[in-house]
Protein backbone atom coordinates (compact mmCIF):
# COMPACT_ATOMS: atom_id res chain seq x y z
CA UNK A 1 0.00 0.00 0.00
CA UNK A 2 1.19 3.28 -0.98
CA UNK A 3 2.75 5.06 1.92
CA UNK A 4 0.85 9.12 2.46
CA UNK A 5 3.75 10.93 3.76
CA UNK A 6 5.22 10.88 6.83
CA UNK A 7 3.92 9.74 9.67
CA UNK A 8 2.34 6.74 7.94
CA UNK A 9 3.03 3.11 7.91
CA UNK A 10 2.34 -0.05 5.35
CA UNK A 11 -0.39 -1.91 6.46
CA UNK A 12 -1.73 -5.13 4.96
CA UNK A 13 -5.32 -6.33 5.38
CA UNK A 14 -5.86 -9.75 6.12
CA UNK A 15 -8.69 -11.50 7.21
CA UNK A 16 -9.91 -15.20 7.61
CA UNK A 17 -11.20 -16.63 4.86
CA UNK A 18 -14.90 -17.58 4.54
CA UNK A 19 -15.94 -21.58 5.48
CA UNK A 20 -14.82 -23.39 2.19
CA UNK A 21 -13.43 -20.29 0.81
CA UNK A 22 -10.16 -20.84 -0.41
CA UNK A 23 -7.37 -18.65 1.01
CA UNK A 24 -6.16 -18.37 -2.88
CA UNK A 25 -9.55 -16.59 -3.47
CA UNK A 26 -10.02 -14.22 -0.82
CA UNK A 27 -11.17 -10.51 -2.23
CA UNK A 28 -12.83 -12.25 -5.49
CA UNK A 29 -16.29 -12.90 -5.90
CA UNK A 30 -16.86 -16.68 -5.61
CA UNK A 31 -19.23 -17.82 -8.42
CA UNK A 32 -22.24 -18.56 -7.47
CA UNK A 33 -22.81 -22.55 -7.36
CA UNK A 34 -26.57 -22.28 -7.01
CA UNK A 35 -28.68 -21.80 -9.93
CA UNK A 36 -30.64 -18.12 -9.72
CA UNK A 37 -34.06 -19.88 -10.19
CA UNK A 38 -33.35 -21.55 -7.17
CA UNK A 39 -31.84 -18.54 -5.61
CA UNK A 40 -34.86 -16.41 -6.24
CA UNK A 41 -36.89 -18.61 -4.54
CA UNK A 42 -35.22 -18.59 -1.49
CA UNK A 43 -35.57 -15.08 -1.17
CA UNK A 44 -39.03 -15.29 -2.17
CA UNK A 45 -39.83 -17.75 1.04
CA UNK A 46 -37.44 -15.44 3.37
CA UNK A 47 -39.38 -12.29 2.44
CA UNK A 48 -43.54 -13.62 2.63
CA UNK A 49 -43.57 -13.85 5.67
CA UNK A 50 -42.91 -10.04 5.74
CA UNK A 51 -45.37 -10.11 3.14
CA UNK A 52 -48.01 -11.89 4.75
CA UNK A 53 -47.29 -9.51 8.08
CA UNK A 54 -48.00 -6.83 6.20
CA UNK A 55 -51.54 -7.80 4.31
CA UNK A 56 -52.83 -9.01 7.64
CA UNK A 57 -51.59 -5.51 9.31
CA UNK A 58 -53.70 -4.06 6.33
CA UNK A 59 -56.85 -6.46 7.20
CA UNK A 60 -56.97 -5.65 10.73
CA UNK A 61 -56.70 -2.14 9.50
CA UNK A 62 -59.42 -1.92 7.50
CA UNK A 63 -61.60 -4.01 9.67
CA UNK A 64 -60.79 -1.29 12.80
CA UNK A 65 -61.32 1.92 10.48
CA UNK A 66 -64.80 -0.25 9.07
CA UNK A 67 -65.88 -1.06 12.69
CA UNK A 68 -65.33 2.85 13.91
CA UNK A 69 -67.32 4.09 10.67
CA UNK A 70 -70.06 1.71 11.54
CA UNK A 71 -70.17 3.06 15.00
CA UNK A 72 -70.29 6.88 14.12
CA UNK A 73 -72.66 6.14 11.75
CA UNK A 74 -74.97 4.53 14.54
CA UNK A 75 -74.48 7.59 16.91
CA UNK A 76 -75.89 9.64 14.18
CA UNK A 77 -78.49 7.71 13.11
CA UNK A 78 -79.86 7.06 16.94
CA UNK A 79 -79.27 10.85 17.29
CA UNK A 80 -82.29 11.08 14.57
CA UNK A 81 -83.93 7.83 16.07
CA UNK A 82 -86.83 9.94 18.10
CA UNK A 83 -87.57 11.84 15.34
CA UNK A 84 -91.15 10.26 14.13
CA UNK A 85 -91.09 7.89 11.15
CA UNK A 86 -87.50 8.19 10.89
CA UNK A 87 -86.38 4.73 9.89
CA UNK A 88 -83.56 1.75 11.65
CA UNK A 89 -80.03 2.31 9.94
CA UNK A 90 -80.04 2.11 6.55
CA UNK A 91 -76.17 1.53 6.08
CA UNK A 92 -77.11 -1.88 4.25
CA UNK A 93 -79.78 -2.92 1.99
CA UNK A 94 -83.08 -4.20 4.11
CA UNK A 95 -84.33 -7.39 2.84
CA UNK A 96 -87.57 -9.39 4.02
CA UNK A 97 -87.60 -11.19 6.98
CA UNK A 98 -90.88 -12.34 7.46
CA UNK A 99 -94.66 -11.93 6.65
CA UNK A 100 -98.42 -12.21 7.57
CA UNK A 101 -101.39 -12.55 5.75
CA UNK A 102 -103.92 -9.76 6.73
CA UNK A 103 -104.06 -6.84 8.24
CA UNK A 104 -101.46 -5.65 10.60
CA UNK A 105 -100.29 -2.51 12.10
CA UNK A 106 -96.66 -1.73 13.47
CA UNK A 107 -96.36 0.08 17.11
CA UNK A 108 -93.59 0.39 18.98
CA UNK A 109 -91.85 -1.97 17.46
CA UNK A 110 -94.44 -4.74 17.58
CA UNK A 111 -96.18 -5.85 14.92
CA UNK A 112 -100.40 -6.46 16.40
CA UNK A 113 -102.98 -8.66 14.06
CA UNK A 114 -106.28 -9.70 15.20
CA UNK A 115 -108.14 -12.73 14.75
CA UNK A 116 -111.11 -14.63 15.66
CA UNK A 117 -110.61 -17.73 17.94
CA UNK A 118 -113.41 -20.51 19.37
CA UNK A 119 -112.47 -18.27 22.45
CA UNK A 120 -113.38 -14.75 20.59
CA UNK A 121 -111.29 -12.01 19.19
CA UNK A 122 -107.59 -12.48 20.18
CA UNK A 123 -104.73 -9.65 19.25
CA UNK A 124 -101.40 -11.10 18.37
CA UNK A 125 -98.12 -9.37 19.04
CA UNK A 126 -95.21 -10.28 17.11
CA UNK A 127 -91.42 -8.69 17.77
CA UNK A 128 -89.33 -7.84 14.95
CA UNK A 129 -88.37 -11.58 13.58
CA UNK A 130 -92.14 -13.06 13.66
CA UNK A 131 -91.77 -14.41 17.11
CA UNK A 132 -95.10 -14.08 18.95
CA UNK A 133 -94.11 -11.89 22.24
CA UNK A 134 -98.09 -12.05 23.94
CA UNK A 135 -101.63 -12.76 22.97
CA UNK A 136 -104.34 -10.90 24.37
CA UNK A 137 -108.16 -11.06 24.27
CA UNK A 138 -110.50 -8.29 22.89
CA UNK A 139 -113.83 -8.30 25.09
CA UNK A 140 -115.90 -7.90 22.18
CA UNK A 141 -118.76 -8.33 24.47
CA UNK A 142 -118.91 -4.27 24.36
CA UNK A 143 -118.02 -3.82 21.06
CA UNK A 144 -121.09 -3.13 18.64
CA UNK A 145 -122.20 -6.16 16.69
CA UNK A 146 -121.67 -4.80 13.41
CA UNK A 147 -119.97 -6.39 10.58
CA UNK A 148 -116.92 -8.06 10.80
CA UNK A 149 -116.51 -8.24 14.49
CA UNK A 150 -114.01 -6.11 16.89
CA UNK A 151 -111.10 -4.93 15.48
CA UNK A 152 -108.46 -2.80 17.66
CA UNK A 153 -106.21 0.15 15.97
CA UNK A 154 -103.23 0.43 19.02
CA UNK A 155 -101.29 3.64 19.58
CA UNK A 156 -98.11 3.14 22.17
CA UNK A 157 -98.24 5.01 25.59
CA UNK A 158 -95.05 4.69 27.02
CA UNK A 159 -95.70 1.01 28.83
CA UNK A 160 -99.07 0.28 27.37
CA UNK A 161 -100.41 0.01 24.13
CA UNK A 162 -104.01 1.85 24.14
CA UNK A 163 -106.83 0.30 21.17
CA UNK A 164 -109.45 1.86 19.87
CA UNK A 165 -112.03 -0.98 19.20
CA UNK A 166 -114.92 -0.70 17.23
CA UNK A 167 -117.18 -3.73 15.88
CA UNK A 168 -117.40 -2.37 12.24
CA UNK A 169 -114.01 -0.51 11.48
CA UNK A 170 -111.07 1.57 12.60
CA UNK A 171 -110.00 4.91 13.43
CA UNK A 172 -106.38 5.02 13.12
CA UNK A 173 -104.57 7.01 16.42
CA UNK A 174 -102.97 10.36 15.29
CA UNK A 175 -104.41 10.72 11.87
CA UNK A 176 -107.69 11.86 10.72
CA UNK A 177 -108.64 8.66 8.26
CA UNK A 178 -111.39 7.11 9.88
CA UNK A 179 -112.14 3.45 8.58
CA UNK A 180 -115.19 2.41 9.52
CA UNK A 181 -116.08 5.29 12.76
CA UNK A 182 -115.36 5.95 15.92
CA UNK A 183 -114.42 3.07 19.15
CA UNK A 184 -116.98 1.90 20.91
CA UNK A 185 -114.25 0.93 23.80
CA UNK A 186 -110.90 2.30 24.74
CA UNK A 187 -108.66 -1.12 25.68
CA UNK A 188 -105.57 -0.55 27.26
CA UNK A 189 -103.23 -3.21 27.86
CA UNK A 190 -98.98 -3.49 28.75
CA UNK A 191 -97.16 -3.64 26.37
CA UNK A 192 -94.57 -6.09 27.09
CA UNK A 193 -96.88 -9.24 27.95
CA UNK A 194 -100.11 -8.08 27.00
CA UNK A 195 -102.23 -8.05 30.71
CA UNK A 196 -105.46 -5.87 29.77
CA UNK A 197 -104.58 -2.81 32.24
CA UNK A 198 -108.25 -1.34 31.55
CA UNK A 199 -111.54 -1.19 29.59
CA UNK A 200 -113.45 2.18 28.88
CA UNK A 201 -116.73 2.69 27.35
CA UNK A 202 -115.67 4.98 24.14
CA UNK A 203 -119.19 6.53 23.47
CA UNK A 204 -118.91 10.14 21.59
CA UNK A 205 -115.26 9.32 21.60
CA UNK A 206 -114.42 11.10 18.06
CA UNK A 207 -110.13 10.90 17.82
CA UNK A 208 -107.57 10.51 20.43
CA UNK A 209 -103.84 10.91 20.23
CA UNK A 210 -101.02 10.14 22.28
CA UNK A 211 -99.16 12.41 24.97
CA UNK A 212 -96.15 10.86 26.70
CA UNK A 213 -97.68 8.33 28.82
CA UNK A 214 -101.05 10.09 28.83
CA UNK A 215 -103.94 10.11 25.94
CA UNK A 216 -105.34 13.23 24.71
CA UNK A 217 -109.52 12.16 24.16
CA UNK A 218 -111.81 14.19 21.97
CA UNK A 219 -115.19 13.74 23.09
CA UNK A 220 -118.76 15.01 21.28
CA UNK A 221 -121.95 15.60 23.07
CA UNK A 222 -124.57 17.54 20.66
CA UNK A 223 -122.78 20.03 18.93
CA UNK A 224 -120.06 20.81 21.16
CA UNK A 225 -116.53 19.13 21.87
CA UNK A 226 -114.92 18.54 24.78
CA UNK A 227 -110.56 17.82 24.79
CA UNK A 228 -109.34 16.29 28.20
CA UNK A 229 -105.71 14.36 28.77
CA UNK A 230 -106.53 11.14 31.14
CA UNK A 231 -104.35 8.67 32.41
CA UNK A 232 -105.38 5.78 29.99
CA UNK A 233 -103.99 3.04 32.79
CA UNK A 234 -106.29 4.52 36.07
CA UNK A 235 -109.16 6.68 33.94
CA UNK A 236 -107.82 10.11 35.91
CA UNK A 237 -108.70 12.96 34.07
CA UNK A 238 -105.90 15.62 33.88
CA UNK A 239 -107.39 18.60 32.62
CA UNK A 240 -110.81 18.96 30.22
CA UNK A 241 -110.98 21.85 27.78
CA UNK A 242 -114.55 22.46 26.58
CA UNK A 243 -114.16 23.99 22.97
CA UNK A 244 -116.29 26.99 22.74
CA UNK A 245 -117.55 26.92 19.27
CA UNK A 246 -120.14 24.17 18.23
CA UNK A 247 -119.73 22.31 15.18
CA UNK A 248 -121.33 23.76 12.05
CA UNK A 249 -124.43 22.65 11.05
CA UNK A 250 -124.03 19.05 8.49
CA UNK A 251 -120.52 18.57 9.79
CA UNK A 252 -120.00 15.11 10.71
CA UNK A 253 -117.99 15.03 14.17
CA UNK A 254 -115.94 12.43 13.23
CA UNK A 255 -114.21 14.22 10.93
CA UNK A 256 -112.69 16.01 13.75
CA UNK A 257 -108.77 15.36 14.16
CA UNK A 258 -107.15 15.94 17.27
CA UNK A 259 -102.73 15.44 17.37
CA UNK A 260 -99.76 16.43 20.03
CA UNK A 261 -97.34 18.29 18.14
CA UNK A 262 -94.21 20.43 20.04
CA UNK A 263 -95.68 20.12 22.81
CA UNK A 264 -99.75 21.60 22.04
CA UNK A 265 -102.72 19.95 20.93
CA UNK A 266 -104.00 20.53 17.80
CA UNK A 267 -107.78 20.18 16.63
CA UNK A 268 -108.28 20.60 13.27
CA UNK A 269 -111.22 19.96 10.51
CA UNK A 270 -114.37 20.22 11.84
CA UNK A 271 -113.03 22.92 14.14
CA UNK A 272 -110.10 24.41 14.42
CA UNK A 273 -108.00 24.83 18.46
CA UNK A 274 -104.94 24.48 19.92
CA UNK A 275 -104.39 23.38 23.61
CA UNK A 276 -101.33 23.64 26.01
CA UNK A 277 -100.83 19.64 26.42
CA UNK A 278 -98.69 20.26 29.85
CA UNK A 279 -102.03 22.94 31.90
CA UNK A 280 -104.78 22.55 29.34
CA UNK A 281 -104.62 26.07 28.62
CA UNK A 282 -107.06 26.69 25.96
CA UNK A 283 -104.92 29.24 23.21
CA UNK A 284 -107.19 29.62 20.61
CA UNK A 285 -110.20 28.14 18.80
CA UNK A 286 -111.63 28.86 15.85
CA UNK A 287 -115.29 27.52 14.12
CA UNK A 288 -114.56 25.59 10.23
CA UNK A 289 -115.70 28.31 7.79
CA UNK A 290 -118.16 27.38 5.28
CA UNK A 291 -115.65 27.30 2.50
CA UNK A 292 -113.71 23.93 3.85
CA UNK A 293 -111.80 21.96 7.24
CA UNK A 294 -109.58 24.24 9.14
CA UNK A 295 -105.60 22.88 8.95
CA UNK A 296 -103.26 23.71 11.78
CA UNK A 297 -99.86 23.31 12.28
CA UNK A 298 -97.81 23.26 15.49
CA UNK A 299 -93.63 23.74 16.12
CA UNK A 300 -91.46 24.87 18.79
CA UNK A 301 -91.88 28.90 18.04
CA UNK A 302 -95.82 28.89 17.32
CA UNK A 303 -98.41 27.66 15.11
CA UNK A 304 -100.19 28.41 11.92
CA UNK A 305 -104.07 28.33 11.01
CA UNK A 306 -105.21 27.80 7.67
CA UNK A 307 -108.65 28.59 6.84
CA UNK A 308 -110.09 27.90 2.75
CA UNK A 309 -110.55 31.47 1.07
CA UNK A 310 -109.02 33.31 4.35
CA UNK A 311 -104.99 32.11 4.24
CA UNK A 312 -102.54 31.19 6.62
CA UNK A 313 -102.20 33.31 9.98
CA UNK A 314 -98.90 32.89 12.07
CA UNK A 315 -99.27 32.85 15.95
CA UNK A 316 -96.45 32.48 18.44
CA UNK A 317 -97.12 30.10 21.66
CA UNK A 318 -99.17 32.14 23.60
CA UNK A 319 -101.77 32.78 20.77
CA UNK A 320 -100.49 36.66 20.13
CA UNK A 321 -101.40 37.55 16.16
CA UNK A 322 -97.71 37.35 13.79
CA UNK A 323 -97.43 36.79 9.81
CA UNK A 324 -100.53 36.66 7.83
CA UNK A 325 -99.41 35.02 4.51
CA UNK A 326 -101.62 33.63 1.43
CA UNK A 327 -101.81 29.93 0.13
CA UNK A 328 -102.61 26.39 1.39
CA UNK A 329 -100.71 23.70 3.61
CA UNK A 330 -98.01 21.42 3.06
CA UNK A 331 -97.57 18.35 4.61
CA UNK A 332 -94.13 16.60 5.16
CA UNK A 333 -94.46 13.19 5.39
CA UNK A 334 -91.18 13.16 7.37
CA UNK A 335 -89.80 15.96 9.77
CA UNK A 336 -87.75 16.75 12.63
CA UNK A 337 -89.19 20.22 13.15
CA UNK A 338 -85.85 22.10 12.18
CA UNK A 339 -85.99 25.31 11.43
CA UNK A 340 -89.55 25.81 13.04
CA UNK A 341 -89.49 29.31 11.68
CA UNK A 342 -89.52 28.44 8.29
CA UNK A 343 -93.47 27.31 6.82
CA UNK A 344 -93.96 25.96 3.84
CA UNK A 345 -97.06 26.99 1.56
CA UNK A 346 -98.78 26.04 -1.90
CA UNK A 347 -99.09 29.10 -4.22
CA UNK A 348 -100.42 29.04 -7.60
CA UNK A 349 -98.80 25.49 -7.88
CA UNK A 350 -95.56 26.31 -6.73
CA UNK A 351 -94.04 25.47 -3.24
CA UNK A 352 -92.99 28.97 -1.21
CA UNK A 353 -91.02 28.82 1.78
CA UNK A 354 -91.54 32.07 4.44
CA UNK A 355 -89.82 33.40 7.30
CA UNK A 356 -92.94 33.67 9.22
CA UNK A 357 -91.54 35.82 12.00
CA UNK A 358 -89.87 38.55 9.70
CA UNK A 359 -93.03 38.09 7.54
CA UNK A 360 -90.33 37.61 4.15
CA UNK A 361 -90.91 35.20 1.09
CA UNK A 362 -87.39 33.38 1.11
CA UNK A 363 -87.56 30.92 -1.84
CA UNK A 364 -89.66 29.38 -4.32
CA UNK A 365 -89.50 26.19 -6.72
CA UNK A 366 -91.99 24.93 -9.32
CA UNK A 367 -93.27 21.15 -10.23
CA UNK A 368 -93.44 20.06 -6.37
CA UNK A 369 -95.44 17.16 -6.02
CA UNK A 370 -94.39 15.91 -2.85
CA UNK A 371 -92.24 17.07 0.53
CA UNK A 372 -91.00 13.88 1.50
CA UNK A 373 -88.69 15.23 4.26
CA UNK A 374 -87.68 17.79 6.55
CA UNK A 375 -84.66 17.13 8.66
CA UNK A 376 -81.94 18.92 10.05
CA UNK A 377 -82.09 22.12 8.10
CA UNK A 378 -82.68 20.01 4.90
CA UNK A 379 -85.63 19.25 2.80
CA UNK A 380 -86.39 16.37 -0.21
CA UNK A 381 -88.67 17.64 -2.62
CA UNK A 382 -90.10 15.40 -5.60
CA UNK A 383 -91.36 16.33 -9.16
CA UNK A 384 -90.89 16.88 -12.46
CA UNK A 385 -89.41 13.64 -12.80
CA UNK A 386 -86.54 14.01 -9.56
CA UNK A 387 -85.86 14.22 -6.22
CA UNK A 388 -83.84 17.34 -5.21
CA UNK A 389 -82.36 17.85 -1.69
CA UNK A 390 -82.51 21.95 -1.12
CA UNK A 391 -81.31 23.91 1.93
CA UNK A 392 -84.67 25.08 3.88
CA UNK A 393 -83.33 28.33 4.71
CA UNK A 394 -81.78 29.20 1.14
CA UNK A 395 -83.58 27.45 -1.21
CA UNK A 396 -80.05 26.50 -2.75
CA UNK A 397 -79.90 23.23 -4.57
CA UNK A 398 -77.46 20.72 -3.11
CA UNK A 399 -77.94 17.65 -5.44
CA UNK A 400 -80.76 15.83 -7.34
CA UNK A 401 -81.41 12.32 -9.18
CA UNK A 402 -83.60 11.53 -11.85
CA UNK A 403 -86.78 9.04 -10.93
CA UNK A 404 -88.54 7.39 -13.06
CA UNK A 405 -91.80 8.82 -14.72
CA UNK A 406 -94.09 6.35 -14.42
CA UNK A 407 -93.58 5.18 -10.99
CA UNK A 408 -95.54 2.60 -10.23
CA UNK A 409 -96.38 2.25 -6.74
CA UNK A 410 -95.30 5.02 -4.44
CA UNK A 411 -92.01 4.70 -2.83
CA UNK A 412 -92.67 6.55 1.02
CA UNK A 413 -90.17 9.16 2.40
CA UNK A 414 -87.77 6.83 4.05
CA UNK A 415 -84.46 8.44 5.95
CA UNK A 416 -82.64 7.15 9.02
CA UNK A 417 -80.84 10.93 9.03
CA UNK A 418 -78.10 9.97 7.20
CA UNK A 419 -79.47 8.43 3.38
CA UNK A 420 -82.92 8.42 1.75
CA UNK A 421 -84.64 5.89 -0.36
CA UNK A 422 -85.00 6.10 -3.87
CA UNK A 423 -86.47 4.52 -6.65
CA UNK A 424 -84.11 4.04 -9.82
CA UNK A 425 -84.54 2.69 -13.36
CA UNK A 426 -81.93 0.89 -14.67
CA UNK A 427 -81.28 -2.12 -17.22
CA UNK A 428 -84.93 -2.34 -17.58
CA UNK A 429 -85.66 -2.59 -13.70
CA UNK A 430 -86.43 -1.17 -10.95
CA UNK A 431 -84.02 -0.56 -7.82
CA UNK A 432 -84.09 0.64 -4.35
CA UNK A 433 -81.35 2.91 -3.76
CA UNK A 434 -79.99 4.60 -0.88
CA UNK A 435 -78.14 7.81 -1.24
CA UNK A 436 -76.40 10.36 0.96
CA UNK A 437 -78.65 12.74 2.38
CA UNK A 438 -76.44 15.71 2.01
CA UNK A 439 -74.48 14.94 -1.05
CA UNK A 440 -76.41 12.29 -2.79
CA UNK A 441 -74.06 10.16 -3.36
CA UNK A 442 -74.88 6.32 -4.15
CA UNK A 443 -74.04 3.90 -1.00
CA UNK A 444 -76.23 1.03 -1.77
CA UNK A 445 -78.66 -0.23 -4.39
CA UNK A 446 -81.02 -3.16 -4.76
CA UNK A 447 -83.08 -4.81 -6.96
CA UNK A 448 -87.32 -4.24 -6.44
CA UNK A 449 -89.82 -7.01 -7.93
CA UNK A 450 -91.97 -5.96 -10.66
CA UNK A 451 -94.92 -3.61 -8.73
CA UNK A 452 -93.23 -3.68 -5.49
CA UNK A 453 -92.26 -0.56 -3.78
CA UNK A 454 -89.52 -0.33 -1.39
CA UNK A 455 -90.35 -0.16 2.40
CA UNK A 456 -91.97 2.43 4.18
CA UNK A 457 -91.55 2.99 8.02
CA UNK A 458 -94.76 2.09 10.72
CA UNK A 459 -93.94 2.26 14.23
CA UNK A 460 -90.42 1.94 14.50
CA UNK A 461 -90.01 -1.14 12.06
CA UNK A 462 -89.68 -1.16 8.10
CA UNK A 463 -93.14 -2.61 6.44
CA UNK A 464 -94.80 -3.21 3.10
CA UNK A 465 -98.11 -4.17 1.62
CA UNK A 466 -98.37 -6.63 -0.76
CA UNK A 467 -102.12 -7.98 -1.47
CA UNK A 468 -103.22 -9.48 1.58
CA UNK A 469 -99.46 -9.90 3.45
CA UNK A 470 -97.92 -7.16 5.76
CA UNK A 471 -94.39 -7.91 5.22
CA UNK A 472 -91.40 -6.78 7.74
CA UNK A 473 -88.03 -6.27 6.42
CA UNK A 474 -84.87 -5.73 8.56
CA UNK A 475 -83.26 -2.84 9.41
Known amino acids: ?103 AQTVAGLVLTHGSTPDGVVLTARDASGGVVWTAPVPTDRASPAAGGARPDCAAADDVLVCEVTGGGVRAPNTDAVLGGPPDMLLTVRS ?22 DLVVARVEGAFVTVERTDPRTGEVRWSVPLPQPLADGVPPDTLAIDVEAGLVTVEDALGAVIDVDDGTLVGAWPRPPAGPITVDATTVGFTVWRPAVGASWFDRDGSVGAWFPGDPVRTEV ?45 ALEGDGAVRVVDLRTGDLLWSVGVPGDRGPDQAAVTDGVRLLVVAERDGGRRLVARDLRTGSERWSTPLQPGRAGPAVEGGLLVSREGRDHVVWDG
Do not use: N, Y
Open 1 to 103: MARGGDGMVDVELDEPPLDGEPAADRGRPAAPTVPLGERLRRAARRRWPVAVVAVLVLGVSARVSDAAAARDDAAVVAGFSAVPGVAPSLRVAPREVWRVEGR
Open 192 to 213: DDGTTVRVEDATGVVDVAVADA
Open 335 to 379: SDGSAPEMVLVRIDGSLQAVDVREGFHLWTRSGVERVLLRIDGLV
